[in-house]
């Protein structure tokens, strides 16, 4: 495997599912997030990881629930979701923390979301 | 606060055809500049980007922007578009803020080629 992936890529789950959604870079990047898009708005940042610690929450819900067991891994534990929650999920990595020369960005495929 | 404008939610070109993608930013300082591009059901994937230097940049898939500080824009242009190239574009503004890279990205500007 290169670069970022994501799994499920489809997930499909009830309001009062337990779900987890997960991201692997193998890139050898320090830094992780996840992003939230749903249609006709921008790309939300929800969560920012340095070298597995957290470092931005952005005011998300508490029914999504980060976790970065190491540099590589990043899970989203979802529970008690709603259906606005659907959305396209995605995972990224950059090498460094801050923006600094030629530092980016690098995205995986995304988890498709659905709540009914 | 940095935000990005992308004034165009959907484009239509003729295959061949030149295109320009607009893009205007909101950012105090000399602003990290990128275009992304997603094809259906795929991720975000980084077209070029501007950091400093000459404000012309060349990406990958014969794309270019240019950085003009006057008008707060990063244009997006080919010369010549391919039928490969229908996708969704965003343009995206970067800053370090509380430690970590901040990057805010603009609604996206969806490009349909016809041939």
């Known amino acids: 495997e290169t670069g970022v992936t994501q799994t499920p890529r489809h997930l499909v789950m009830g309001m009062t599912n337990k779900k987890s959604l997960k991201c692997e870079q193998h890139l050898g990047h320090n830094a992780m997030y996840w992003y939230k898009q749903s249609a006709k708005k921008p790309l939300e940042l929800m969560f920012v990881?340095?070298?597995?610690?957290?470092?931005e929450n952005n005011s998300v819900p508490s029914r999504f629930s980060p976790e970065c067991p190491n540099s590589s891994h990043l899970f989203l534990h979802l529970h008690t979701l709603q259906p606005e929650d659907s959305a396209l999920y995605l995972c990224a990595s950059s090498q460094q923390y801050t923006l600094a020369g030629t530092d980016e960005q690098f995205f995986g495929p995304g988890t498709r979301l659905t709540v009914l | 606060a940095q935000s990005v404008t992308q004034p165009d939610i959907h484009i239509t070109v003729s295959e061949g055809a030149s295109l320009e993608l607009r893009c205007n930013y909101s950012?105090?300082?000399?602003?990290?500049l990128f275009w992304y591009v997603q094809s259906p059901g795929q991720g975000l994937q980084l077209l070029l980007k501007y950091f400093s230097g000459d404000t012309l940049v060349q990406g990958i898939k014969g794309f270019e922007a240019e950085f003009k500080r006057s008008q707060s824009s990063f244009n997006l242009r080919k010369p010549s578009v391919h039928w490969s190239d229908a996708a969704e574009y965003f343009c995206a503004v970067g800053a370090n803020s509380g430690g970590y890279q901040k990057v805010t990205f603009g609604t996206g500007t969806k490009l349909q080629v016809i041939p």
């Open positions: 990881y340095n070298f597995k610690e957290q470092t």
């Open positions: 950012y105090g300082a000399t602003p990290y």
